[in-house]
Nanobody, 125 residues
Framework: QLQLVESGGGLVQPGGSLRLSCAAS????????IGWFRQAPGKEREGVSC????????NYADSVKGRFTISRDNAKNTVYLQMNSLKPEDTAVYYC??????????????????WGQGTQVTVSS
């Protein structure tokens, strides 16, 4: 089972928080880095964050640095994206996907596979 499954999206007020989850098989988490992406209406899909298979290396888009935190719980086969201080411009469908290697070599969507179905995040008052 290589497919990833996102959950945790919803409607939140500006300044609020959400935690997204990305469930994957143990095989995927043991061997591949995992990335979070988002796509707003009329915009291209953009990389948000990535975590290596070991969890030792993480990276973030400049627009979310200091607000979002990526982590993984190998016991639960899940990667999380904790989103704090949310802004209306964070509104998008959020996706997770596996990298083609065990490290985060870049944020281009073409470097990732096995996309989930996405979860909607709406930040609005």
């Amino acid at each position: 089972q290589l497919q990833l499954v996102e959950s945790g999206g919803g409607l939140v007020q500006p300044g609020g928080s959400l935690r997204l989850s990305c469930a994957a098989s143990k095989f995927v988490l043991d061997y591949y880095a995992i990335g979070w992406f988002r796509q707003a209406p009329g915009k291209e899909r953009e990389g948000v964050s990535c975590i290596s298979n070991s969890g030792e290396t993480t990276n973030y888009a400049d627009s979310v640095k200091g607000r979002f935190t990526i982590s993984r719980d190998n016991a639960k086969n899940t990667v999380y994206l904790q989103m704090n201080s949310l802004k209306p411009e964070d509104t998008a469908v959020y996706y997770c996907a596996r990298a083609t290697s065990n490290y985060c070599s870049g944020s281009a969507p073409g470097l990732f596979r096995s996309w989930g179905q996405g979860t909607q995040v709406t930040v609005s008052s």
